[in-house]
C-alpha cells in the first residue's frame, strides 16, 4: 500500500493533476497495487488567504509518505519568489531531494523543432544537482542603492554534496545501460573553484566506473550539442544552475513543457514528482492545457517506488497517445481536451498491460 502526497497547486496544475491521478488509477487497476492518496492545499490560494506557503510541520508530515506528487505552483497575485522559495525550494532542500531528475526524451509522432532529428537521436537524461550551488540563497548586497553597489550570489559546492550527485549519475548511467556515457557538464575555463571540485570528483569516481565512457563540455558547448548532435548524450550530470537550464532547452527539444517531467529524487528518502513546465494561468479553467508531463510524472513516481512494470505500462500508453492521436502538444491545439487526453492514455493502459 503506498501512500501518495499531492499538491495541485495553482493554475493548470489542478487540471494536470487530476489527470495524472485518474491514469494512476487505471494503472494501479491494471498492475494491482493499493495506494493511497492525501491531498494537501499549499499553493497561492491558500498563501493569499493565510499568509502562509508550507510550515515546518508539513515537511515532517511529508517524510511519512511513499511519494510526493505536485502540480505547478505560481500566480500572478504572489510576487515571484514567494512560492517558488516557500515550497518548490524548501521541499527539494527540506527533503533533501539532492538529485533532479530529467529525461529528455522524444516521443515517436512529437514534433520537435530540430531539423532532421527523431526519436533514436533525442534521448538522454539530464542529472541535475539539486540541493546546493547558486540555488542556496547566499550572497549579499554591498552599498545597496549607490552607484559603487555590489551584489554577491554564492555558488556553494560541497564535496558530500558533489560527490553523491555524480555516484548518482554513474549508477544510473550503469542502471540504464544505453550508451553507457556520462557527460560531465560545467564551465572548467571560467568558475575555476567550483568546476575544479566538480572535475576532480568526477574523475575520481570515474575510475570505480570502467564500465561507463566519460565526458566532459562546457555549458555553452553543451547547449549547442543538444541542438546539433543530441545523440551524443546519454546522461549528463551537472550543478543546480546549469541544469535548470539546459532543461528547458532540454524540453524544447522533446516537444515542449507538454511533455517534459521532473523527479526530484532523495535516494534514502521521499522523492516528488512533477511536469516541470509552470502554472500556465493564461490556460486555466480552460481544459486545454496538456496533462502528458504531468502523466509522465506518475510513470517516473512509479519508477521510483519500484513499480517498474506500472511504469513502463504508463510510457508506452503516452507513446501510444502521441504517436496516434495528437495533433500537437500545445495547450489548445491538442485536437482533444485536458480529460480527453487522460482517458486515451487510461484507455491504451486498459489495452496494454
Ligand atoms: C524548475 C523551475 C524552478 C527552478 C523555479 C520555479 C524555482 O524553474 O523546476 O526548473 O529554478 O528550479
Ligand atoms: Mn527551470
Redesign the pocket.
Known sequence: MYKIAVIPGDGTGTEVVREGLKVLEAVSKSAGFKYSIKEFDYGAERYLKTREVLPDSALEEFKKFDAIYLGAV?DPRVKPGIL?NGL??KMRFGLHQYI?LRPVKLYPGVETPLKDKGPEDIDFVVVRENNEGL?VGEGEFIKKGTKDETALQVSRNTRHGVERCIRYAFEFTRKRNKKKKLTLCGKTNVLTYAWDLWERTFNEVAREYTDITTDYAHVDATCMWMVKNPEWFDVIVTD?MFG?II??LGAMIQGGMGIAA?GNVNPEGVSMF?P?G?SAPKYSGKNIINPLAAIAAIGMMLEEIGEKEAAKSVENAIIEVTSKKLKSLSAGKMGYTTSEVGDMVCQKIKMLL
Open positions: 505560481g517558488e518548490l525550494l533532479n540555488y543546480n535548470d532543461t528547458d521532473g512533477e516541470i509552470g
